[in-house]
């Protein structure tokens, strides 16, 4: 990103350099920010703003290649936040929180615009002419995802010192730590993505290099005021929302919605653990109780073994085919008994791209019926094969499943890698397959029905 000049570069450079807003901590704006709704709430977030800016507009742009709708994901963020202030302001640093919201916002749009355009890399190409630039881009998707499934206190050292461009010495003061405590966590942090990245065919170095390249950059000033406008209207006068950028607003609510989804399945996650450990403890006193008392003599139950069932809602016709970017496949389930356990998965489909299969694993992802993932297994590409599709069964670690449950798979493609995964016809559509990747909302899928199944073993 270039850096801004000019009279309303010199403006908000005289606020980040302004003792009273540049030398606070995010957390001290974001309390400024929520306390009042005067000019010094827009200067707080302009801070916030320009602080961070570069870095969110510059996943968008490599998650998006698009401008215009890199710069609405970019600003959709920013409402985000605002929105969201109350909760971020706990953090000492807001970089590791935006960048993950950047990473998903803008994986969203992508989506949202492959819809759009009826474009689902259906027909792609063996040789592609931009194939380096491609595969580049590529390699960059592959970092950005593996950095938001990094633990929060490495993800934030990470963007901090790589994709902001601070020093060792800088984020500790941002991070409230000592520069010890930094360096420990871009250390453990950079070995993790190390690892990771390696297993995906990649070099972590260069894409880290590359990942920096806009590190230091300024945003205009221009779009940090707007942002910041935009974000004080959309907290506290949202009956001005249509004044805004209507894909920015858009994108901002499904982020909202999804917050709040992943927030209410906490909540009922932990009062069921609360029941429970309740119930255990009950349980474990009565059963004390009965082993006090002498055993009934009773005929020992004759052995009964229960044989794998196939579950699906596809009608083995398959009517076309799709690789969806930026969302996964998934159909949901519901559970013979209340003891099952999905034992494989089956998927009618066909690698395309170049004859080698890449050196990255897919995942088969299994959900709750909120869409929150209980477990995931990774497959190599070399699973399924070019040409024609064709069923291909995948052996899982035998897993307990919930009475109604999700069960998808995400290939992570582009033009030059992925999958096809087939459907039947729209006729025969069940409504129970969706797009979408575990923790966010599912979008029906309005085509048919997704080629995938479950194998599942039922109770004794």
């Not at 300024?218 to 001005?240: E, G, K, N, Q, Y």
Request: charged share 25%; hydrophobic share 40%; glycine share 8%.
């Amino acid at each position: 990103m270039a850096r801004s000049t000019g009279p309303a570069a010199g403006t908000l450079a005289t606020l980040l350099a302004d003792g009273a807003l540049g030398s606070l901590g995010d957390r001290e704006l974001l309390d400024r920010f929520a306390a009042t709704r005067d000019g010094a709430a827009e200067d707080a977030f302009a801070v916030l703003v320009a602080r961070h800016g570069p870095m969110v507009l510059g996943v968008c742009r490599r998650v998006l290649r698009d401008e215009h709708e890199a710069q609405d994901a970019a600003q959709a963020v920013f409402l985000v936040l605002a929105r969201r202030a109350g909760a971020v302001r706990r953090r000492d640093s807001a970089a590791g929180w935006l960048y993950r919201v950047a990473r998903r916002t803008a994986t969203r749009a992508r989506l949202a615009a492959v819809r759009r355009r009826e474009v689902a890399w259906a027909a792609v190409p063996e040789a592609v002419a931009e194939a380096d630039a491609l595969e580049h881009a590529e390699a960059r998707d592959g970092l950005y995802r593996e950095l938001d499934r990094l633990p929060g206190r490495y993800r934030a050292a990470i963007v901090l010192c790589h994709l902001e461009g601070l020093t060792c010495e800088e984020a500790a003061r941002r991070l409230r730590c000592a520069k010890r405590t930094v360096e420990t966590r871009l250390h453990r942090g950079r070995a993790r993505l190390r690892e990771r990245l390696l297993r995906r065919g990649m070099a972590p170095s260069a894409l880290l290099a590359a990942a920096s390249a806009d590190a230091g950059a300024v945003a205009p000033a221009s779009w940090c005021r707007a942002a910041s406008r935009a974000s004080l209207a959309f907290v506290h006068a949202p009956s001005t929302a249509a004044t805004l950028a209507p894909a920015a607003v858009h994108l901002a609510q499904g982020a909202l919605k999804t917050m709040s989804i992943r927030r209410s399945a906490t909540t009922l996650a932990t009062l069921f653990l609360t029941g429970s450990l309740s119930l255990g403890t009950l349980w474990a006193r009565n059963g004390a109780q009965e082993a006090s008392k002498p055993p009934a003599s009773k005929p020992a139950p004759a052995a009964k073994k229960s044989e794998p069932a196939e579950l699906s809602h596809d009608d083995g016709k398959p009517a076309g085919r799709r690789s969806i970017a930026g969302g996964g496949h998934a159909v949901k389930f519901d559970a013979p008994d209340d003891s099952s356990t999905l034992v494989k998965v089956k998927v009618h489909g066909a690698r395309y791209g170049a004859p080698r299969p890449p050196r990255e694993d897919f995942v088969v992802y299994l959900c709750d019926e909120k869409f929150q993932k209980l477990a995931e297994f990774p497959f190599r590409y070399e699973k399924f094969e070019r040409g024609e599709p064709k069923w291909v069964t995948l052996d899982l670690k035998p897993t307990k499943l919930p009475k109604t449950f999700y069960l998808g798979v995400d290939f992570d493609p582009t033009q030059t890698k992925g999958v096809y995964v087939s459907h039947d016809a729209k006729g025969s559509g069940s409504g129970r397959s969706v797009v979408g990747l575990p923790g966010e909302e599912p979008q029906p899928f309005d085509k048919g029905d997704w080629l995938i199944r479950a194998v599942v073993k039922p109770g004794d």
